[in-house]
């Protein structure tokens, strides 16, 4: 008999090749994975409900694992925050959930965090955490007014990468918000579910508007347009955290 | 001529053995004078405002130096930047000074934050950033009824480290603050100057307060018995801080 568990994960994805296993380098996955195959004994997989890139970050992933009914969601986590060791992953929550939840496709929305520092000094302590922005001031209101244009039901194809694997380009962005935060502008995206780059890839766009470079016609055209090429560029991935992942009441 | 230049540096203190010079090892004096003198092609003294301890973090440490008057502050800040490469060190603002202003003899105030992150999960993207206090919740509001007592002028011996240096134990500390934030708690302190050990001796007493290990009664008999051994241990230096220096209206 096994328990299926819930683990919420916090990471620095700096030294990792993403969240997802791959053969060119280390994942949280991988780091994941043996944690738990050296708790139980047997091979485990740990199913994430976001595939967060190379040097991502993660406040809220949420993963599932099936134990042996013999560990328990508290112990399971102890276990795999004394086993990943030095490795800057660390599972914040756990809970023991029905056998049919899945992390991923049970998932009914994705909450990220982009953050933005516009100044010529380069940050210290935040330094790999937030997209440093030398081109200066960005004009929050602009963003914003851009912003409000993308929420709600469209093609995304102009603000997915060209390797997005997702069989729809169409996607309901929820929310996207811009917060000023001290010298730092914070962008909040919602959506049951995101293409592949596509935070980033409105982040870049956003950023040429709050530049000045880039009206909110510009970003209602590069929607229409439905082309990669007609959008801004992929904003670096440091400055991105997965915050949060809902689920259905029972969860 | 040289113009006299006070520069604002932020730092990660992981890598470092503390602010000031050392032969143990690298210092962030050494990393802004090998900067200045590279600039330069002189010698330069880098004068810090306050001496941090390896592993203690700065957002707003202030510092003179005085560079050949071709230079200005501007080109000063460009060029440390610059100059400072990897190293997790930026100037985030320069000033040129009266050549009588005196980083740390002229401050007449020094501000530290000092970050507790009470849970048994330790921080993934913190990690080094915050005091990783295992033992659990912790009561803001007892520890800042005991913070109260040491609000004031006193005798800090229970709070110095046996090796400081100051003349007289004696300090005036202007505020101390408790502020829960998120998961956190932010310990505030603000005086003319600080004692060695002063802040972290400080947090390490209230958090035996915070765990209910120790009363506020305690606190204020541990203060009256000018003992170091009469107060909690000393705070990990991850936590600290040091977030502003203040100068008189004109410097």
Request: include cysteine.
């Amino acid at each position: 008999m096994t328990r299926r568990i819930f683990i919420t994960i916090e990471y620095d994805g700096t030294p990792f090749v993403g969240w997802q296993r791959q053969v060119t380098g280390l994942s949280v996955q991988q780091v994941l994975e043996e944690a738990a195959a050296e708790l139980t004994g047997g091979d485990i997989l740990v199913q994430g409900a976001g595939r967060t890139d190379s040097g991502v970050h993660a406040t809220g992933q949420v993963a599932h694992l099936d134990v042996p009914d013999k560990f328990d969601a508290n112990r399971v986590m102890e276990a795999l925050n004394a086993l990943t060791g030095d490795h800057p992953v660390s599972i914040i929550e756990a809970r023991e959930v029905d056998s049919e939840a899945h992390a991923r496709f049970s998932a009914t929305g994705r909450r990220y965090l982009y953050r933005l520092l516009p100044r010529r000094q380069p940050p210290a302590l935040d330094h790999g955490r937030v997209w440093h922005h030398r081109g200066g001031a960005l004009d929050p209101g602009a963003m914003q007014a851009a912003a409000a244009l993308l929420v709600g039901r469209h093609d995304f194809t102009s603000f997915r990468a060209s390797q997005c694997q997702a069989d729809s380009p169409v996607r309901t962005l929820d929310e996207l918000r811009i917060e000023p935060q001290g010298e730092e502008l914070h962008i909040h995206a919602a959506a049951r579910s995101f293409l592949h780059h596509q935070v980033r890839n409105i982040v870049g766009t956003l950023a040429l508007v709050g530049a000045g470079k880039w009206t909110s016609e510009d970003v209602a055209a590069a929607l229409a347009a439905k082309d990669r090429s007609a959008a801004g560029p992929t904003a670096p991935p440091e400055g991105l955290y997965l915050t949060g992942v809902t689920y259905p009441t029972g969860i």
